[in-house]
T-cell receptor, first 120, second 108 residues
Framework: DTEVTQTPKHLVMGMTNKKSLKCEQH?????MYWYKQKAKKPPELMFV???????INESVPSRFSPECPNSSLLNLHLHALQPEDSALYLC???????????????????FGEGSWLTVV | SQQGEEDPQALSIQEGENATMNCSYK?????LQWYRQNSGRGLVHLIL?????REKHSGRLRVTLDTSKKSSSLLITASRAADTASYFC????????FGTGTRLTIIP
């Protein structure tokens, strides 16, 4: 069972809609992530938040807008999406961001079950 | 772009047999991790091996790491139908980057 909870599990939206994906973790992790995964492809990083501040934006189009209201919550606001944005969106968390920890201490990322997004 | 390439892309074996998946990566790493993903589900962390380790075991899983060849392998022994899933290696430096994945099918 995952300790990262994502809602909704499925979302169908039109290209003019505004919707949000939500993610919650209660493991005390200070890093949270959004990944996008297309069918039969590996997850691709979109955003990284560290201590509630945006740390990495992988050149994601502005129609995707992340928000971290507090250390347990991560949202992804969606507006004016395109059909090619249809994918599985995965939220994840870890104790800290990569690169901050010294040496080989390791940093496991825990994933939620994902939100299936279909843009019509 | 992906850091790792996995081989084979797909693998089908009989239940009870061993399954081996390989991962090659391009740049220096701190650690290498393996994840499993059941169809349409989230990723589950399986095992992490540090760059100064050569082999690690966890239950029926055995992971090796050869930093000189920039490669890793995941061995699943005595496979079960429930092992059917996609398996990804992931390398970490500034961020966690996933390989292309191996789709494993266990035939009952």
């Amino acid at each position: 069972d995952t300790e990262v909870t994502q809602t909704p599990k499925h979302l169908v939206m039109g290209m003019t809609n505004k919707k949000s994906l939500k993610c919650e973790q209660h493991m005390g992790h200070r890093a949270m992530y959004w990944y996008k995964q297309k069918a039969k492809k590996p997850p691709e990083l979109m955003f990284v938040y560290s201590y509630e501040k945006l740390s990495i934006n992988e050149s994601v189009p502005s129609r995707f807008s992340p928000e971290c209201p507090n250390s347990s919550l991560l949202n992804l606001h969606l507006h004016a999406l395109q059909p090619e944005d249809s994918a599985l969106y995965l939220c994840a968390s870890s104790q800290d961001i990569f690169g901050r920890r010294q040496g080989n201490s390791g940093n496991t990322i825990y994933f939620g079950e994902g939100s299936w997004l279909t843009v019509v | 772009s992906q850091q790792g390439e996995e081989d084979p892309q797909a693998l089908s074996i009989q239940e009870g047999e061993n399954a081996t998946m390989n991962c090659s990566y391009k740049t220096s790493i701190n650690n290498l991790q393996w994840y499993r993903q059941n169809s349409g589900r989230g990723l589950v962390h399986l095992i992490l091996i540090r760059s100064n380790e050569r082999e690690k075991h966890s239950g029926r899983l055995r992971v090796t790491l050869d930093t000189s060849k920039k490669s890793s392998s995941l061995l699943i022994t005595a496979s079960r139908a429930a092992d059917t899933a996609s398996y990804f290696c992931a390398t970490d430096a500034v961020k966690l980057t996933f390989g292309t994945g191996t789709r494993l099918t266990i035939i009952p």
